[in-house]
């Protein structure tokens, strides 16, 4: 292929980094420019390029030995793996430029004169010192009556407003920064998330719907997930926790002063805040600190057809998904009196009209809710499984634990930040 002069940053998001021998190394996800107080031409500084593990890295733009329509090549595969971090008078176009409110004072553009127009997309061209520079900015009038305006490519030295002052501004724009969170997991967003400067960071998750929000805040350390939640308004921060699974909404106000937690809790739905209460009754490390209250719970007259269903649920993990439970009713937790348990595997092997009381596993036992973190993972390794009952002495079921949670608490505590990944030999700083 031919390599390109003229790049929109925008366009590069997603698209594969290759070594110089073909091989892949990440995607792009964002471009660092340099924009100073002093008006000056913004240059391009590098891409920050997520790694195959999901580490973001920066890659300086004079690694890039061609940018092409499908593929962005480096010179060397020699590159620093350490995390991206944004240094004082760098800016993110993606994260921070894009949607920005600027001003236009083309002489040949009179209709954009004294209006808001906000910033698409910015072009960006190499020199012959191989250095790459903002040459020209895509701006579109701010929407009226439901309208889009028509996008306009000016210099870059007609636009007004692309200062460190300027994209300081409050209330920007965040509908494209979204549109690249689609379809991505709930990790990849919690990722990007935090790479993001605070100001866009906030603007993103108020943006951002209850049920998806909930879904991102729980990849994110439980500080982070704390301090991003003070940020919003108590009715949202109220609605958002009861959009997540109610054990880690339990974890997350655990770790908050016991007055703060409260002042949530009361504002929860109060079915919602009674089963987050009960999992805050138990110690972290226990059985019943780790469970999560909505485990698969059938009646016993309950067809093999509808448990399948049942455990079809997309919201499900597969850990969850691969046990349900046999109780009396009721059939909310605490429930009725504990029968026991069917495998997803015995489930497939059975006629549909067949009832789960027939095909009920009574043999595996329990785990009390008191249980230390150290018997759960024994249970869990003596058994081979990926989710386990708790029943309290009365034989009610008060939930399941699942792997996954497990893993949570046997985990460093900064174990979604630490990803290992070795340094290459000769590999230089981020920039």
Not at 123 to 130: S, V
Not at 296 to 302: G, I, S
Request: charged share 25%.
């Amino acid at each position: 292929m031919v390599a390109v002069n003229r790049v929109y940053a925008a366009r590069l998001a997603g698209m594969v980094v290759l070594g110089p021998d073909g091989e892949s190394i990440g995607r792009v996800r964002d471009v660092v420019i340099s924009i100073s107080i002093v008006r000056q031409q913004p240059r391009v500084l590098g891409l920050v390029v997520e790694l195959l593990t999901r580490r973001r890295i920066f890659v300086p733009i004079l690694r890039v030995t061609a940018i092409e329509p499908g593929a962005v090549t480096l010179a060397t595969g020699s590159v620093s793996l350490r995390r991206f971090a944004q240094r004082p008078g760098e800016v993110l176009v993606l994260g921070q430029v894009i949607e920005t409110r600027v001003r236009v004072d083309d002489p040949d553009l009179p209709e954009l004169a004294g209006i808001d127009v906000v910033v698409v997309d910015l072009a960006i061209e190499p020199t012959r010192t191989r250095d790459w520079m903002v040459t020209k900015v895509a701006v579109r009038p701010q929407r009226r009556l439901g309208r889009r305006g028509n996008v306009h490519v000016v210099d870059w030295q007609h636009v007004q407003g692309l200062t460190p002052s300027g994209l300081a501004m409050p209330d920007q724009g965040v509908a494209q920064l979204l549109e690249q969170f689609a379809g991505q997991r709930p990790i990849e967003v919690a990722d990007a998330i935090r790479e993001l400067p605070p100001k866009r960071r906030y603007e993103v998750v108020n943006a951002l719907d209850d049920e998806r929000l909930a879904d991102v805040l729980q990849e994110l350390p439980e500080d982070e997930q704390a301090a991003l939640l003070r940020q919003l308004k108590t009715e949202r921060a109220a609605d958002v926790l009861e959009a997540m699974d109610p054990d880690d909404a339990a974890d997350l106000l655990g770790t908050m002063a016991p007055a703060d937690a409260e002042q949530f809790l009361r504002r929860m739905d109060p079915e919602d805040s009674e089963d987050v209460r009960r999992l805050l009754s138990h110690s972290p490390d226990t059985a019943g600190g780790l469970m999560t209250s909505e485990p698969v719970v059938l009646a016993p007259d309950t067809t093999v057809a509808e448990a399948l269903a049942r455990v079809r649920d997309p919201d499900l993990t597969p850990a969850l998904a691969s046990l349900v439970f046999v109780v009396r009713p009721p059939t909310a937790t605490p429930t009725g009196h504990y029968l026991g348990c069917v495998h997803l595997q015995r489930l497939l092997r059975e006629p549909p009209a067949a009832l789960v009381s027939g095909i009920v596993d009574t043999d595996l036992p329990t785990l009390k809710p008191e249980d230390s973190l150290g018997a759960v993972t024994r249970y869990f390794a003596a058994y081979n499984l990926v989710c386990g009952p708790v029943v309290d002495e009365q034989s009610h079921l008060l939930g399941a634990v699942s792997v996954d949670d497990l893993l949570d608490h046997l985990l460093p505590e900064d174990w979604r930040e630490r990803l290992d990944v070795p340094e290459l030999s000769g590999a230089e700083g981020a920039t």
